[in-house]
T-cell receptor, first 113, second 114 residues
Framework: EAQVTQNPRYLITVTGKKLTVTCSQNMNHEYMSWYRQDPGLGLRQIYYSMNVEVTDKGDVPEGYKVSRKEKRNFPLILESPSPNQTSLYFC????????????FGDGTRLSIL | GESVGLHLPTLSVQEGDNSIINCAYSNSASDYFIWYKQESGKGPQFIIDIRSNMDKRQGQRVTVLLNKTVKHLSLQIAATQPGDSAVYFCAENGALDSSYKLIFGSGTRLLVRP
């Protein structure tokens, strides 16, 4: 089954404790992206990647890092999480770019205390 | 389920009626538009897309209309069903610079009354 898989689905942690949210897609897509979703603000892009070893900032990259060492994986790293990063996070992928429908994972709910 | 928006605009329709969800986009240079559906506890799901060289595109029970003159996008759902209840987002590609990203609207909640 074609899918985007995120882990964990839920995480409660404390300020300053580094965490990684993994994202993996099995569709051989080149483009991958991370979004955060907050009430009333819709989906905002954090980082995106056009292909392996090619990443770029989205609209809200502060406090986040990403890497794209393999085509299928695109982890989101919070080096020193803060409460304002409490949010619902989505990973997405598309075959070649942003001008194609993106397939989304089911989300990761992060709570930073 | 997950709460994606506490104060979203809400459209309430009777089962079997047609629904029209509207979206105003911001960037006149955008040339790609897309609609997503998000059910509680799930990620957004692609519904239909349209490019700026078209005014209308139809899918199964859904139609997207694009009016570039007034920068307006609409999603029409025919014979709305309870399973259509969800939050609907429009997005544009905001093609002004070299960034490769979609810009999402804040969403509309569709409630289908049985």
């Amino acid at each position: 089954e074609a899918q985007v898989t995120q882990n964990p689905r839920y995480l409660i942690t404390v300020t300053g404790k580094k965490l990684t949210v993994t994202c993996s897609q099995n569709m051989n897509h080149e483009y991958m992206s991370w979004y955060r979703q907050d009430p009333g603000l819709g989906l905002r892009q954090i980082y995106y990647s056009m292909n392996v070893e090619v990443t770029d900032k989205g609209d809200v990259p502060e406090g986040y890092k990403v890497s794209r060492k393999e085509k299928r994986n695109f982890p989101l790293i919070l080096e020193s999480p803060s409460p304002n990063q409490t949010s619902l996070y989505f990973c997405a992928s598309s075959p070649q770019g942003y001008n194609q429908p993106q397939h989304f994972g089911d989300g990761t709910r992060l709570s930073i205390l | 389920g997950e709460s994606v928006g506490l104060h979203l605009p809400t459209l309430s329709v009777q089962e079997g009626d047609n629904s029209i969800i509207n979206c105003a986009y911001s960037n006149s240079a955008s040339d790609y538009f897309i609609w997503y559906k998000q059910e509680s506890g799930k990620g957004p799901q692609f519904i239909i897309d349209i490019r700026s060289n078209m005014d209308k595109r139809q899918g199964q029970r859904v139609t997207v209309l694009l009016n570039k003159t007034v920068k307006h996008l609409s999603l029409q759902i025919a014979a709305t069903q309870p399973g259509d209840s969800a939050v609907y987002f429009c997005a544009e590609n905001g093609a002004l610079d070299s960034s490769y990203k979609l810009i999402f609207g804040s969403g509309t909640r569709l409630l289908v009354r049985p």
